[in-house]
């Protein structure tokens, strides 16, 4: 078969990618503009065997619409993205650290191949990514893959878990984890591997850029508690600290509805106490206080701990100390 006959053949397909990259609501192509623009590939083509084609695309689901006249236009219409998704998904991949600069464009530009070439250069974003080298990242995308895999499988991992010294060298934590995965999970620009954990024979969670030398094992992995739920377990926990979770009551200024919805969800029971606060019984794991003090400080005096009482004095504690040292560097 001649190269000429090839592409012949080929023409309904190249007619669907001139109209895919060159039209939307707001640009058409003329009928002269499509031929010349297959002529580009080598294609001839007559109007006729054009009008056939197109009618073809449409009966095979393509949303092309025809403005008849003189100068009679075709564009391509709905796809499987609207122009908005594809911006909020431009908007996510330029707004994240996870991604080197490098990284993020190529996915910028395989979003834009989702739209017409109009459509795409909206898409374009600066990127800035800050306190990020390609190499650890690559690795997160090799951990992110492994874990994948597992979580398909029903397989175990093992790993390497390391934390930063005063000289941010990594400092790895005895041992090699062993863990079922059961789910990722984003959480504060983090991804978060949450686990069965063989040593503590229950759920835990990783950070994904902490993890090292992930290895699928051939091990089934441990089946996933019936009573476990991945949205309670991430409501409960502050900043993705692990601990024994208790109940919480605590008081805020009805000027924090907001906050407190957007930390502990809509379901969140609000108690008015008839003048300007209201409060909430909540559960959070609290044995490593430090996120939850932080996140409560944030308020000042709109916010206080009201139940348990050793968690109260607790944070009286870690606010007087907070002073004291303040008043030594005044010294």
């Excluded at 070439?117 to 650890?136: F, N, P, T």
């Excluded at 878990?161 to 790895?172: A, H, P, Q, S, T």
Aim: include cysteine; glycine fraction near 4%; proline fraction near 2%.
């Amino acid at each position: 078969m001649s190269e000429s006959s090839t592409k012949q053949r080929l023409k309904i397909l190249y007619l669907y990618k001139i109209l895919w990259e060159n039209t939307d609501e707001e640009h058409e192509l003329t009928m002269p503009q499509i031929i010349d623009k297959l002529n580009e590939y080598g294609i001839t083509a007559a109007r006729k065997a054009l009008y056939e084609d197109i009618e073809a695309l449409r009966e095979f689901g393509a949303d092309i619409y025809s403005r008849r006249g003189n100068n009679a236009g075709y564009s391509l219409l709905n796809r499987e993205f609207e122009l908005p998704e594809l911006k909020l998904l431009a908007d996510a991949v330029t707004s994240s650290r996870f991604f080197t600069e490098k990284k993020a464009r190529a996915l910028l530009e395989k979003l834009g191949t989702l739209c017409s070439g109009y459509e795409a250069e909206q898409l374009i974003r600066k990127v800035y990514v800050a306190d990020r080298d390609a190499s650890e990242n690559e690795r997160i995308y090799l951990n992110i893959d492994a874990i994948h895999r597992a979580v398909s499988e029903k397989k175990k991992i093992s790993f390497g878990y390391f934390d930063y010294d005063i000289n941010k060298r990594k400092k790895y934590r005895d041992g090699i984890r062993v863990c079922s995965p059961y789910a990722l999970t984003w959480n504060d620009e983090r991804y978060y591997m949450i686990a069965y954990y063989e040593k503590y024979k229950g759920i835990s969670h990783f950070r994904v850029d902490k993890m090292e030398n992930v290895k699928l094992l051939s091990d089934p992995a441990f089946r996933m508690p019936k009573d476990f739920r991945l949205s309670e377990y991430l409501k409960s926990t502050f900043s993705m600290f692990s601990g024994t979770e208790q109940t919480v009551k605590l008081k805020f200024h009805i000027s924090l509805i907001n906050a407190v919805i957007d930390r502990f969800g809509r379901g969140v029971k609000l108690m008015r106490d008839g003048g300007e606060h209201f409060t909430v019984e909540v559960k959070a794991r609290t044995d490593q206080p430090a996120a939850f003090f932080g996140w409560l400080f944030q308020f000042g005096s709109k916010a206080k701990i009201i139940a348990p009482a050793a968690l109260k004095e607790e944070y009286s504690a870690m606010l007087r100390e907070v002073l004291d040292n303040e008043k030594e560097d005044d010294k």
